[in-house]
């Protein structure tokens, strides 16, 4: 018996609360980045953003928690109940499946897989159910119709940052992300990092991040000119929080990928000893996914809203044919110039 309890039972005790933990962190996280960017928003507009509830309203989004868990809930009489109440679920629950292979730091990650980016990429394919699940069981044209847009819109987005991941795969030569993120370990520091050599893909993930997740200026799924309010539109008290904590987990989630493949992980920006005192790794990895972040809070703020025909125009015929050469000139660099080297040794 006890052997069964150390061999069996106490490592799943350890998953399971290392799962509650990941998810009490992410969601408090959340919590502040929802507020981080009405304050952003705020600010580039010369508001004060919230400001009422708790100290510089930092308990705003803990109210808004209360008010849609406390709200009744409403379901079209014509709508299919069962797929209309699980699909906010799927969103939700997918986009935090995500975090299972993410490092934060050396070591700190759930499950260390060899094929991170491939698990990572298929959860998020897999998002777009939960949205069409939405726009279908509402038994709304509105609905249905932004929903078929967002199915486009993410399919085609997915095909560029698939291209911008195998040119960062070539270079790092390993699908694990905590092998990606040694890979960019060198005495060059913040400039050896995959942002510098591959700067034109990062422009394209940064791009291909915002449409993946329907953020401004690429949420067509959500205009109100057009849509009303997009698939969520028959969606009010708890369903509605879930998919908008999925779309908000979905940000961080393309915040974290961009810093571990492009900007070091939770590798220090100056090689030298205090800053790589290891326990620092997870505050230079939060403070990178932080600056992310900042970026996508000022394309909502800056940025004017797509059409939908350029949108589809600049994930074909621009992101397409440039992350396609991108990944040959990569292959090519990394080929030849190998040989290169080897023929001079």
Same mark, same amino acid.
């Given at each position: ?187 060059? !520091? &913040? ?6 050599? *591959? =700067?034109?893909? +990062?422009? #394209?993930?940064?791009?291909? /991040? ?70 620092? !790794? &997870? ?6 996914? *932080? =600056?992310?972040? +900042?970026? #996508?809070?000022?394309?909502? /703020? ?44």
């Amino acid at each position: 018996m006890i052997e069964f309890f150390w061999s069996y039972l106490w490592p799943l005790i350890i998953i399971l609360a290392e799962c509650v933990l990941l998810l009490v962190v992410l969601l408090v996280g959340v919590a502040y980045i929802i507020y981080a960017d009405r304050k952003i928003w705020a600010a580039v507009q010369m508001r004060r953003g919230p400001n009422v509830v708790g100290p510089w309203g930092l308990f705003q989004s803990f109210a808004d928690l209360l008010k849609f868990v406390l709200k009744e809930p409403t379901i079209p009489a014509s709508a299919n109940k069962g797929v209309f109440l699980i699909a906010p679920l799927v969103s939700c629950v997918l986009a935090m499946g995500a975090w299972a292979v993410i490092p934060t730091n050396l070591g700190w990650v759930i499950a260390d897989i060899n094929v991170g980016v491939l698990y990572i990429f298929a959860i998020s394919s897999l998002m777009v159910y939960g949205i069409i699940m939405a726009g279908w069981s509402s038994n709304s044209k509105y609905a249905f119709l932004a929903a078929v847009r967002s199915a486009a819109q993410m399919v085609s987005y997915e095909v560029s940052i698939g291209f911008v991941i195998i040119t960062v795969l070539l270079c790092a030569g390993s699908l694990n992300l905590s092998a990606i993120v040694q890979a960019q370990d060198t005495r060059y !520091g &913040v400039f050896g990092w995959y942002w510098l050599p *591959l =700067f034109p893909m +990062f422009v #394209i993930f940064f791009v291909s /991040a915002l449409a993946e997740t329907n953020r401004p200026p690429f949420d067509l799924v959500e205009a109100e000119s057009e849509l009303v309010a997009g698939f969520m539109v028959e969606y009010g008290s708890s369903p509605y929080m879930l998919f908008m904590l999925g779309e908000y987990v979905a940000i961080c989630t393309m915040s974290a990928m961009a810093t571990i493949f492009f900007l070091g992980g939770w590798l220090s920006p100056i090689p030298i000893w205090p800053l790589t005192w290891a326990p620092l !790794g &997870v505050i230079w990895f939060v403070l990178k996914a *932080l =600056f992310f972040f +900042f970026l #996508i809070s000022m394309a909502k /703020a800056m940025v004017p809203r797509y059409r939908y025909d350029q949108l589809m125009r600049l994930g074909w015929k621009v992101f397409l044919p440039i992350s396609l050469a991108m990944v040959a000139i990569v292959a090519a660099v990394l080929q030849y110039g190998g040989m290169a080297m080897g023929a001079m040794k």
